[in-house]
């Protein structure tokens, strides 16, 4: 645990530096950096990928759970009508955004593996040519012709290595760990906790407030699902925002705005849709 809390902190201590342009900020931050363990290392490039299913999970189970209840109050829906939809649909959502989750980043993996043993194919059976390709991407971004070729012929000692670096160079493609099936649970398993987890808050209102204040009205519930949504929002933005260089209010308040555009649209066809079939009965 003592690892995982200095690899954050140094990482905040690395974006200060860049914000601040401290140099000296930034030379401590590598120096700490250089004398940390693989082992820490390892678990902050974890940390760091695993923040996307928490952060597009949460959001989209947010979204989509008071999209839901914002329709059902424009069509005029009763309160039970709304937990039912509600919770079923978020659910159903979940699990299916968890499974699509690992299945898409299982495939992505092997997709990817696939590609390094060709790279390794090639490598063992026409050397010379890869060699010949990795200088002339290196020329390319730069480099003069004796740099490139010194630099590429060394790393190609290193055969295993220097796959890695073509994979990346040639392909733009990232080699999954060994472990990347279990990398890819994880994901799915964190998609449905985060999906579920911040889907059911709009929905927590109505729950709550009708065991406590039994005399409250169905607006009273929609308004309580709208004030909890807002703040998960501007929460879920400034997290987001800590990964980026955008300030944490205005990542907050791009993400509240947007979230709200949403259910404004989902409460607008609702409405519509209840004044078309209240005309119709008519």
Known sequence: MASEDTSLLNAEAARKAYEGEDTAASRQ???????????????????????????????????????????????????????????????????SMGVGEFLSSKANNEWILSERKREEWEMNNYPEGEIREM??????????????????????????????????????????DEDHVAESIKEGIIMFIAFATFGAMPLLGYVII???????????????????????????????????????????????????ACATVAYTIGNAVNALVDHDDE
Request: proline residues 3%; glycine residues 12%.
């Open 29 to 95: 931050y590598h120096d700490t950096r250089h004398e940390q363990t693989q082992e820490s290392e390892d678990w902050h490039q974890s940390e760091g990928g695993l923040l996307k299913p928490v952060i597009f999970g949460g959001l989209d189970g947010i979204l989509t759970s008071f999209a839901i209840v914002a329709g059902a109050a424009g069509g005029g829906l009763s309160p039970n009508v709304v937990l039912i939809l509600g919770f079923s649909n978020i659910f159903a959502d979940a699990l």
């Open 135 to 176: 200088i002339d991407i290196y020329k390319s971004r730069g480099m003069n012709e004796e740099d490139a070729r010194l630099v590429i012929t060394t790393m190609a000692k290193y055969k295993e290595f220097f796959v890695d670096v073509m994979m990346q160079q040639e392909l733009d493609l990232q080699v999954p």
């Open 210 to 260: 009708p065991a406590t204040m039994p005399l409250s009205g169905a607006d009273s519930l929609f308004n309580a699902a709208c004030f909890v949504t807002a703040i998960v929002l501007f929460l879920l933005g400034s997290l987001k925002s800590k990964f980026s260089n955008s300030s944490w209010w205005g990542g907050g308040l791009e993400t509240l705005i947007l979230g709200g």
